[in-house]
């Protein structure tokens, strides 16, 4: 049912990492953010980041707060939780370990 | 936390909803803003809705959110047809509070354990008597102290005994003599307060060393419930004193709150040590006034403990049997015989648990039995209503509802109807209760029982609502959730299987209301025969005062009281005796005619002033009635039950006979009347002698007590009541009135059990036979709904409007026999559990068989009246138009 996801399942490290480095961006803002750093290669399908911050808020990784932008808008934008940090700790280390597994059976010959 | 927050979320997801869809909203316009194709943008970004619902269900516990607005959405089904939901509910709930007052009762009485430490450790001692000659086992459970002082030592080791005395209602005064009271007094053991793990409220409780002596420690302690009923929990109330009969008590403590004694269904005032009996009663091995309750140690088993009480038993019974003089061989047979049996007293012991435990167990299931007939017809009215629902089913099937969201809709909603009824019938159980624990009452010993609405109610009645809920609820909703949308929302597929359920629901409601309606005439028809078997006098305008002497008192003084009453207005006559007839006291003794061996049948003996007979208007057969200058003895009246026990039925005037080798002359002869309490008995032997007492040397022998009959003019004898009692006094201060009862009550107080049996057992008939012929009207009604199209074509070729009549109502007619069989044959199944609460009534009985056979017959016939006209109303040219 859901399209291909080109990012495999790593969408939670990608959300985490941004807001750590960023923090106070709101959805639209994220999903451009992970197409720009990624130099166009990683796209977030718009259908799974919506659903994706909601889960993380409801496990209590980051925060959500409505504000209302200078144009008068209101924008709902996220921050990173103390649980949030430990968490891209984890899906950090777990990434690295995963890639580098990953890297050394396409090296065997 | 999550979770906590999830299930937060379910009750305000409108508020989650709006905001996810701003935010969604936002996300397009920001991508618009960013210079994106809007017709793009929004295609990449999929389906609102179900991103929406995505989001959605991470925040919150999607199936309690399934289950809100499934409990929302019946709640606006049964708001929708108010008038059957509130049937529905108000029968459900007539059943429910039924159940839960009959649970409060016998959780009360039998199953809620005393506020005592281990009360799965206590025992009773109780003795199983030989087979008497209509084959019941009598059993008791008293004993004399020495026994107790025996039994207790022979399982020191293993189980520490605790003697408490039968709870007594007794006078006691705070202050002067005229301001005596009302109280019940309990003799327990110094011990047991201690060995029960029980703590003072107030002071100290009793203790072994109040128990050694006799005499010895004139000490009381009070029960919570009595300490603050009468004084308001005072706390200056060690210390104070109270005089009972002779003796000055002194209060000195107050009990743990909840206990109220041993005995369940009476509340115990005040505590005394056992010590504090009279020395003479604690001493004598015939008088057995006492319970003897056991508790065992911790890891002491029951069984060893009984073997050795009864061979301690054994020994008690030979040692008496000694003493036994002129016995027959057949009754120190049958004395051998009895037994010694440890029952479990964790729930206290009372007289009150053995009349009533069966009689509210019958109770009980009659109103269970009701409820299964009001749960079929809710099931009825469900399954009628799913069959209207099932395009709807249907629908909600092909848009992608599984099968288990639509048993769940069902089932929500008869969770609905559950609780609503619940709700009801537990307001309703909380007055029905007590109400019924009133009318146990008898006026002189009112029975008091705790009856907590507590957890163990709250959980009872839940369950019965989630019980319930499935029994009316699982069919219906299993059947609508089986619906094949094709067919239903093509329209038009009979069907028939959901008939035949309906019709075998009334077959099994039919012989439920049979045998609730049996058991009914059964109990109704025992009453009827108890009440009108006659009692030989005329209870009506006599009113009794009983009184006791300080000091007793020569008859002379008795005599001046009565002349003081006689002269008060209203007053026809005045009697004395020594207790009211029918009080369920008695004095017995053996009789010999002729120099015969003392009889093994005994006579009751009633000591009666000259007039009484005249008083209780029982009738002279042969002789004179007792004039002034008679004494007992030597003279005596007897009665018709005499005259055939000793005389083999012929007239005994002017006869002699010796009781306790002492002669009486018989100088009259009177018509039986009943003496004792039990009504189920014939009418006992009795020999009437005269009040005035003399000892071997022809002095008059003084009177502790008695009773002063009166007859009034007046019609309610009570509106004298408290004119004899401050008369009483006027003629000196020697004598006191205890107790003011009418005849009336005194004899209406011994049906009392057979009353409430028979008039709630009718109610329950009534609402049976109502809610069966609603059922089945419901039912019939239904079936000519769905049939209409078929009986209008049938019409249209001609059938006779008897044809159709008939062809409506043959199948449920054959279910209603069906269901009256079967209720005869499960009414005779029941009669033996009931067997001790009848009266000369038997099941087989055909008289007890056709009525409820004919009641059932009349109100099918008439619930199936407006189906038949129904159909034979229906015009086929309009019918077959329609469709």
């Given at each position: 049912?859901s399209?291909?996801?080109?990012?495999?399942?790593?969408?939670?490290?990608?959300?985490?990492?941004?807001?750590?480095?960023?923090?106070?961006?709101?959805g639209?803002a994220?999903?451009?953010?992970?197409?720009?750093?990624?130099?166009?290669?990683l796209r977030a399908?718009?259908?799974s980041?919506?659903?994706?911050?909601?889960?993380m808020?409801e496990?209590?990784?980051?925060?959500?707060k409505?504000?209302?932008?200078?144009?008068?808008?209101?924008?709902?934008?996220y921050?990173?939780?103390a649980?949030?940090k430990?968490?891209l700790d984890?899906?950090?280390?777990?990434?690295?370990?995963?890639?580098s597994?990953?890297?050394?059976?396409l090296?065997?010959? | 936390?999550s979770?906590?927050?999830?299930?937060?979320?379910?009750?305000?997801?409108d508020?989650?909803?709006?905001?996810?869809?701003?935010e969604?909203?936002?996300?397009?316009?920001?991508?618009?803003?960013?210079g994106?194709?809007?017709?793009?943008?929004?295609?990449?970004?999929?389906?609102?809705?179900?991103?929406?619902e995505?989001?959605?269900?991470?925040?919150?516990?999607?199936w309690?959110?399934?289950?809100r607005?499934?409990?929302?959405?019946?709640?606006r089904q049964?708001?929708?047809?108010?008038?059957?939901?509130?049937?529905a509910i108000?029968?459900?709930?007539?059943g429910?509070?039924?159940?839960?007052?009959?649970?409060?009762?016998?959780?009360?009485?039998?199953?809620?354990?005393?506020?005592?430490?281990?009360?799965?450790?206590?025992?009773s001692?109780?003795?199983?008597?030989a087979?008497?000659?209509?084959?019941?086992v009598?059993?008791?459970?008293?004993?004399?102290y020495?026994?107790?002082?025996?039994?207790r030592?022979a399982?020191?080791?293993?189980?520490?005994?605790?003697?408490?005395?039968?709870?007594?209602?007794i006078?006691?005064?705070?202050?002067?003599?005229?301001?005596?009271?009302?109280?019940?007094?309990?003799f327990?053991?110094g011990?047991?307060?201690?060995?029960?793990?029980?703590?003072?409220?107030?002071?100290?409780?009793?203790?072994?060393?109040?128990?050694?002596?006799?005499?010895a420690?004139?000490?009381?302690?009070?029960?919570?419930?009595y300490?603050?009923?009468?004084?308001?929990?005072?706390?200056?109330?060690?210390?104070?004193?109270?005089?009972?009969?002779?003796?000055?008590?002194?209060?000195?403590?107050?009990?743990e709150?909840g206990?109220?004694?041993?005995e369940?269904?009476?509340?115990?005032?005040?505590?005394l040590?056992?010590?504090?009996?009279?020395?003479?009663?604690?001493?004598?091995?015939t008088?057995?006034?006492?319970?003897?309750?056991?508790?065992?140690?911790?890891?002491?088993?029951?069984e060893?403990?009984?073997?050795?009480?009864r061979?301690?038993?054994?020994?008690?019974?030979?040692e008496?049997?000694?003493?036994?003089?002129?016995?027959?061989?057949?009754?120190?047979?049958?004395?051998?015989q009895e037994?010694?049996?440890?029952?479990p007293?964790?729930s206290?012991?009372?007289n009150?648990?053995?009349?009533y435990?069966?009689?509210?167990?019958?109770?009980?299931?009659?109103?269970?039995?009701?409820?299964?007939i009001?749960?079929?017809?809710?099931?009825?009215?469900?399954?009628?209503?799913?069959?209207?629902?099932?395009?709807?089913?249907?629908?909600?099937?092909?848009?992608g509802?599984?099968?288990?969201?639509?048993?769940?809709?069902?089932?929500?909603e008869c969770?609905?109807?559950?609780?609503?009824?619940?709700?009801?019938?537990?307001?309703?159980?909380l007055?029905?209760?007590?109400?019924?624990?009133?009318?146990?009452?008898?006026?002189?010993?009112?029975?008091?029982?705790?009856?907590?609405?507590?957890?163990?109610?709250?959980?009872?009645?839940?369950?019965?609502?989630?019980?319930?809920?499935?029994?009316f609820?699982l069919?219906p909703?299993?059947?609508?959730?089986?619906?094949?949308?094709?067919?239903?929302?093509?329209?038009?597929?009979a069907?028939h299987?959901?008939?035949?359920?309906?019709?075998?629901m009334?077959?099994?409601?039919?012989?439920?209301?049979?045998?609730?309606l049996?058991?009914a005439?059964?109990?109704?028809?025992?009453?009827?025969?108890?009440?009108?078997?006659?009692?030989?006098?005329?209870?009506?305008?006599?009113?009794?005062?009983?009184?006791l002497?300080?000091r007793?008192?020569?008859?002379?003084?008795?005599?001046?009281?009565?002349?003081?009453?006689?002269?008060?207005?209203?007053?026809?006559?005045?009697?004395?005796t020594?207790?009211?007839?029918?009080?369920?006291?008695?004095?017995?003794?053996?009789i010999?005619?002729?120099g015969?061996?003392?009889?093994?049948?005994?006579s009751?003996?009633?000591?009666?002033?000259?007039?009484?007979?005249?008083?209780?208007?029982?009738p002279?057969?042969?002789?004179?009635?007792f004039?002034?200058?008679d004494?007992?003895p030597?003279?005596a009246i007897?009665?018709?039950a005499?005259a055939?026990?000793?005389f083999n039925?012929?007239?005994?005037?002017?006869k002699?006979?010796?009781?306790?080798?002492v002669?009486?002359?018989?100088?009259g002869?009177?018509?039986?009347?009943?003496?004792?309490?039990?009504?189920?008995?014939?009418?006992?032997?009795?020999?009437?002698?005269?009040?005035n007492?003399?000892?071997s040397?022809?002095?008059?022998?003084p009177?502790?007590?008695?009773?002063?009959?009166?007859?009034?003019?007046?019609?309610?004898?009570?509106?004298?009541?408290?004119?004899l009692?401050?008369?009483?006094?006027?003629?000196?201060?020697?004598?006191?009135?205890?107790?003011?009862?009418?005849q009336?009550?005194?004899?209406?107080?011994?049906?009392?059990?057979?009353?409430?049996l028979?008039?709630?057992?009718?109610?329950?008939?009534?609402?049976?036979?109502l809610?069966?012929?609603?059922?089945?009207?419901?039912?019939?009604?239904y079936?000519?709904?769905?049939?209409?199209?078929e009986i209008?074509?049938?019409?249209?070729?001609?059938a006779?409007?008897?044809?159709?009549?008939?062809?409506?109502?043959?199948?449920?007619?054959?279910?209603?026999?069906?269901?009256?069989?079967?209720?005869?044959?499960l009414?005779?199944?029941?009669?033996r559990?009931?067997?001790?609460?009848?009266?000369?009534?038997?099941?087989?009985?055909?008289?007890?068989?056709?009525?409820?056979?004919l009641?059932i017959?009349?109100a099918?016939?008439?619930?199936?009246?407006?189906?038949?006209?129904?159909?034979?109303r229906?015009?086929?040219?309009?019918?077959?138009?329609?469709?």
């Open positions: 049912m399209k291909p996801d080109s990012l495999q399942g790593s969408l939670d490290l990608l959300v985490l990492r941004i807001l750590s480095r960023r923090p106070g961006l709101h639209y994220i999903m451009s953010t992970i197409k720009d750093w990624s130099s166009d290669v399908d718009e259908g980041l919506c659903p994706a911050l909601h889960r808020e496990a209590g990784w980051i925060r959500a409505w504000v209302t932008k200078d144009s008068g808008r209101r924008a709902r934008i921050e990173l939780r649980a949030g430990e968490r984890a899906e950090e280390s777990r990434w690295q370990a995963v890639t597994a990953v890297n050394r059976v090296r065997t010959v | 936390m979770f906590w927050s999830r299930t937060a979320n379910v009750f305000r997801s508020r989650l909803s709006r905001e996810i869809d701003e969604l909203q936002r996300h397009i316009a920001d991508a618009i803003e960013q994106r194709d809007p017709a793009e943008a929004r295609r990449a970004f999929g389906s609102v809705l179900r991103n929406r995505e989001s959605l269900d991470v925040r919150l516990v999607a309690l959110d399934s289950l607005s499934d409990a929302v959405f019946s709640w049964l708001m929708n047809r108010k008038v059957t939901s509130g049937a108000l029968s459900l709930a007539l429910i509070g039924a159940c839960t007052s009959a649970f409060r009762l016998i959780d009360a009485l039998l199953l809620r354990p005393l506020p005592v430490s281990h009360p799965e450790r206590l025992y001692v109780v003795f199983e008597g087979a008497g000659a209509d084959g019941r009598s059993t008791y459970d008293s004993c004399s020495p026994m107790f002082r025996q039994m030592a399982v020191k080791d293993q189980a520490e005994s605790v003697a408490v005395s039968y709870a007594e209602r006078d006691l005064t705070y202050g002067r003599d005229e301001e005596m009271e009302k109280a019940y007094r309990q327990v053991s011990w047991m307060f201690d060995s029960f793990g029980l703590r003072p409220s107030l002071g100290r409780l009793l203790t072994e060393y109040d128990d050694v002596t006799p005499d420690y004139p000490v009381a302690i009070l029960s919570h419930d300490w603050t009923r009468r004084f308001a929990q005072d706390r200056n109330v060690i210390g104070r004193t109270f005089r009972m009969g002779d003796d000055l008590y002194q209060i000195i403590g107050v009990a709150e206990f109220t004694g041993t369940t269904g009476t509340v115990t005032d005040v505590f040590p056992m010590m504090m009996k009279n020395p003479r009663t604690l001493a004598s091995t008088n057995f006034w006492l319970r003897t309750l056991v508790e065992l140690k911790p890891g002491a088993a029951a060893p403990v009984r073997e050795r009480l061979a301690t038993f054994r020994g008690i019974q030979q008496r049997a000694k003493s036994f003089i002129g016995m027959s061989k057949r009754r120190l047979e049958q004395f051998f037994k010694l049996l440890l029952e007293a964790g206290g012991r009372s009150l648990q053995r009349d435990g069966r009689t509210l167990l019958a109770l009980g299931i009659l109103a269970m039995l009701v409820l299964v009001a749960c079929v017809n809710v099931a009825n009215l469900m399954t009628a209503q799913a069959a209207a629902r099932a395009r709807e089913m249907a629908l909600r099937v092909a848009i509802a599984g099968r288990w969201r639509l048993v769940q809709l069902v089932l929500v969770a609905w109807l559950a609780l609503l009824a619940t709700a009801i019938g537990g307001w309703f159980a007055w029905s209760a007590p109400f019924i624990v009133g009318m146990i009452n008898p006026p002189d010993n009112p029975a008091r029982l705790m009856l907590p609405a507590d957890w163990r109610v709250a959980a009872f009645s839940l369950a019965l609502a989630c019980g319930v809920t499935f029994l609820g069919a909703a299993m059947r609508a959730s089986a619906v094949r949308p094709v067919s239903a929302l093509k329209g038009g597929s069907p299987s959901r008939g035949r359920m309906m019709r075998t009334i077959a099994l409601q039919v012989s439920f209301c049979f045998v609730v049996f058991v005439g059964l109990l109704a028809t025992t009453f009827d025969r108890l009440t009108s078997q006659p009692i030989g006098f005329s209870p009506e305008r006599i009113i009794n005062l009983e009184a002497a300080q007793p008192q020569p008859p002379v003084y008795w005599d001046q009281v009565a002349d003081r009453l006689r002269a008060v207005p209203g007053v026809e006559k005045v009697a004395l020594v207790w009211p007839l029918m009080s369920g006291e008695a004095a017995n003794g053996a010999s005619v002729n015969a061996p003392a009889s093994e049948v005994l009751d003996f009633l000591r009666i002033s000259p007039g009484w007979l005249d008083t209780m208007r029982i002279l057969i042969d002789g004179r009635d004039s002034a200058a004494t007992n030597p003279v007897v009665n018709q005499f055939r026990q000793f039925g012929e007239n005994p005037a002017g002699w006979f010796e009781n306790e080798h002669r009486f002359q018989i100088v002869f009177v018509r039986d009347a009943r003496s004792r309490d039990d009504m189920r008995r014939p009418i006992r032997a009795t020999a009437y002698v005269p009040f007492t003399v000892d040397r022809g002095a008059f022998v009177m502790g007590r008695g009773t002063f009959v009166v007859r009034t003019r007046t019609a309610n004898p009570m509106a004298l009541a408290s004119i009692r401050h008369e009483v006094p006027r003629a000196g201060s020697a004598i006191y009135i205890t107790n003011i009862r009418t009336v009550e005194i004899s209406l107080a011994h049906t009392v059990r057979e009353r409430l028979a008039m709630l057992a009718m109610f329950f008939a009534a609402v049976a036979v809610l069966a012929a609603i059922g089945l009207y419901g039912v019939l009604d079936g000519v709904l769905q049939r209409r199209r209008g074509i049938r019409l249209a070729i001609g006779q409007a008897g044809d159709i009549a008939r062809q409506v109502t043959a199948e449920a007619f054959s279910m209603v026999l069906v269901g009256a069989i079967a209720g005869i044959v009414g005779m199944a029941s009669v559990y009931i067997e001790t609460l009848l009266y000369e009534v038997k099941g087989t009985d055909m008289g007890m068989l056709i009525v409820p056979s009641t017959l009349a099918a016939s008439l619930a199936a009246l407006p189906a038949m006209i129904r159909a034979v229906i015009d086929p040219v309009k019918m077959l138009r329609a469709d």
